[in-house]
């Protein structure tokens, strides 16, 4: 376990018996500052707190680090690594926070010491954040811990009725891997594919989702998830119905052939952020086979996904595609996104590090 110790200040990993009290404090924490929180947002492992940290440690999905003085949590770091082995260096740094009381006494940087030991411990690449560009104590912060900036992502969050601009900065803890991912621009297909369908993606297409996912995955080098690390089929279903519950999401497919017989050609997705100041931004993904690229299919699920975030209220919509992607970053533009931030190896692919290009469109 990780521990940076002071006279009067221990910084240590929280264990599942602090969670209940690392909740209460990071509530009262959100009330201190404008930049985290609000009332409204709890973590998302509250309600079970000590079973959700608990569980969080045990299959190494996240960590929280926390300052203590006197018996009582003063400051917290949380990050989560990224989800596939492909991303699992990434290590994203989603929650910081300490009591007005405590500032000034270099407890900030002792949290980042923790958490950049931890990460190294595990061979992670990279450590990354966001910061509201109007909070200098953070920037400077990050920036004496080495972090630079990597781009700027307008109007991330609402305060009080005003936008607010993030930087989005990174700190390697490796070397890039050589040789780096050229620009590749696959060819479309040419093969008709006759009369599609789009419609919304349903449970029992479950079975159709995870064909057509095995099929992309191995179209190109471009992909954080690899084909071992799908889900079952039974899985894919459960996560369909439980998406088609939440208002917030939105998935869509583009289907050809007669019923029962059906393809899945294209997927589009859009889930909006839960947090209360930046639920205004949706992420979305769209992909389709390279058998029925150059067909307007993406086109189509783009369309749709566009007209349902403005019904939704959105200001912003958020994607991301690898640098040497030539034509999801040529689709994305033509759809009006524009480049925010690039997140330098950002992943590993077959041995070589690539780019990861991180794209906005603000819905005037």
Not at 242 to 251: C, K, V, Y
Request: charged share 25%; hydrophobic share 45%.
């Amino acid at each position: 376990m990780v521990r940076v110790g002071s006279d009067t200040v221990e910084v240590r990993e929280a264990l599942p018996a602090d969670a209940p009290a690392l909740v209460d404090v990071i509530m009262v924490i959100n009330e201190e500052t404008e930049f985290l929180g609000t009332s409204e947002d709890r973590p998302l492992w509250a309600e079970q707190p000590e079973q959700g940290l608990r569980e969080m440690r045990e299959r190494g999905t996240g960590v929280y680090f926390i300052a203590i003085e006197d018996g009582a949590i003063v400051g917290f770091l949380g990050a989560f690594p990224g989800d596939f082995e492909r991303s699992r260096g990434i290590v994203y740094v989603a929650h910081v926070g300490l009591r007005t009381a405590h500032r000034g006494r270099g407890i900030g940087p002792r949290l980042f010491e923790a958490i950049e030991s931890w990460a190294r411990a595990r061979n992670a690449r990279r450590l990354e954040l966001r910061v509201d560009v109007e909070n200098p104590q953070a920037l400077a912060l990050y920036r004496g811990r080495g972090f630079e900036m990597e781009g700027c992502i307008p109007d991330a969050s609402r305060i009080d009725g005003a936008w607010h601009d993030h930087y989005w900065m990174s700190k390697p803890l490796t070397a890039a891997l050589e040789p780096r991912w050229a620009p590749i621009d696959l060819p479309v297909g040419h093969a008709p594919i006759g009369p599609v369908t789009i419609r919304a993606i349903e449970p029992g297409d479950a079975a159709l989702v995870r064909t057509w996912e095995r099929t992309i995955l191995a179209d190109g080098p471009f992909y954080v998830k690899q084909v071992h690390e799908q889900a079952s089929v039974a899985q894919i279903g459960k996560e369909i119905a439980e998406s088609a519950r939440n208002p917030r999401h939105f998935l869509r497919g583009a289907f050809s052939g007669k019923a029962g017989r059906d393809r899945l050609l294209g997927h589009a997705g859009a889930w909006f952020d839960p947090w209360s100041r930046s639920r205004h931004d949706g992420f979305v993904a769209v992909s389709v086979l390279r058998e029925a690229s150059g067909w307007g299919i993406g086109r189509r699920l783009w369309a749709e996904i566009e007209v349902w975030a403005r019904a939704q209220g959105a200001r912003r919509l958020s994607g991301a595609v690898q640098a040497h992607n030539v034509r999801g970053l040529a689709f994305a533009e033509a759809a009006g996104f524009r480049r925010e931030a690039l997140a330098r190896n950002y992943v590993v692919i077959d041995g070589r590090s690539a780019d990861r290009v991180r794209l906005g469109k603000v819905l005037r």
